[in-house]
């Protein structure tokens, strides 16, 4: 059964544009090397002057955290980002009607 990942943080509104290029790198880089669908997403409104924002990664081996670790560490995403990330797998399931 295949999994999808999702990961969400707070980025300073100030810094919006700076990671969303730096981010948007490491998701193309991504899809290309592990041939995985990817998403970048940002909430509309900014809170305590940050945005919140969410990775999105499509049917990902089961080894992906590490991936994304290190391609975190390599785009520079990690001083862009305040707080932790949070990181959630959601396995695909298929409905029966």
């Known amino acids: 059964m295949s999994s999808d ?3 969400y943080y707070r980025v300073a ?3 919006a544009q700076q990671f969303d290029q730096a981010a948007a790198a490491m998701q193309a880089q991504i899809s ?3 041939q995985i669908g990817t998403a970048l997403k940002r909430s509309p ?3 305590d002057e ?3 924002w969410m990775e999105v990664y499509s049917s990902v081996p089961p080894d992906f955290a590490k991936i994304i670790e ?3 560490a ?3 995403l990690a001083k862009l980002i305040d707080g932790p990330r949070h990181t959630e797998f959601f396995v695909n399931i298929s409905s029966c009607a």
């Open 5 to 7: 990942l999702y990961i």
């Open 13 to 15: 509104a100030a810094n």
């Open 32 to 34: 290309l090397q592990h």
């Open 45 to 47: 409104e900014i809170k």
């Open 50 to 52: 940050h945005h919140t």
């Open 70 to 72: 290190q391609a975190v």
């Open 74 to 76: 390599e785009h520079g």
